[in-house]
């Protein structure tokens, strides 16, 4: 493995193009996961009937796909369906995470993703999370990604805000935006992004984060 420059950001990750096991990548980009998993999903989505409601704030360029969402216990799933082949092409869960405090639970979610392969690289899931960012929904990430996950949170960074905070013991502790490599490779280091209307005075006041001390 090549050795970690001194610092990374968000733009310095893009540039270089890191390696999957160099960011706490644990997942094989080449293994594209099958459609039959999503099968019993599309089936369970169904027979929910009323529960789940269209989202037409949520536009897709293809006329065939319809999405859908519904929200259980603080979560939202947000179904991508093929409606002229009456199929689920993919979900995103946007995730309540157990690390955090009550606070900070208010405003935070992690998004976690599955599309089927034959819908991929059709900008699906940046347009839910595009969605969920623009309803003004902080994202976080897990304390691993896909490579296909860790791509789209850089592609996003580029038009929100983003930072590396520390999360241990239901406390977050801003790291700034950016990191050294032993830093991000850290299961405690998260990746967040600020949805529409949020600042990181606000997020920080909002979620108790702590801040760097400055001289």
Known sequence: M????AWLSFDALRRRLLR?????IDVDPKKGRPSEPLTPVYERMRAMGDRVQDLP???LDDPDLRARFREADGETYVYIEDVRHQRLVGYTVFNRLIELDRRADRHIRAPHSQYDPAYQRRGLATAVYRWALGSGMCLMSGARQSPGAHALWLRLGRDYTTG??????KRLSYLGDEVDGDTLSQLHTR????GEGWTLER?????RMAMLETA
């Open 2 to 5: 090549p050795p970690w420059p």
């Open 20 to 24: 999957p096991a160099e960011l706490r």
């Open 203 to 207: 997020f920080s006041s909002e979620t």
């Open 191 to 194: 990746m967040f992004m600020l």
């Open 164 to 169: 590396f905070v520390d999360l241990r013991e």
């Open 57 to 59: 704030a949520l536009r």
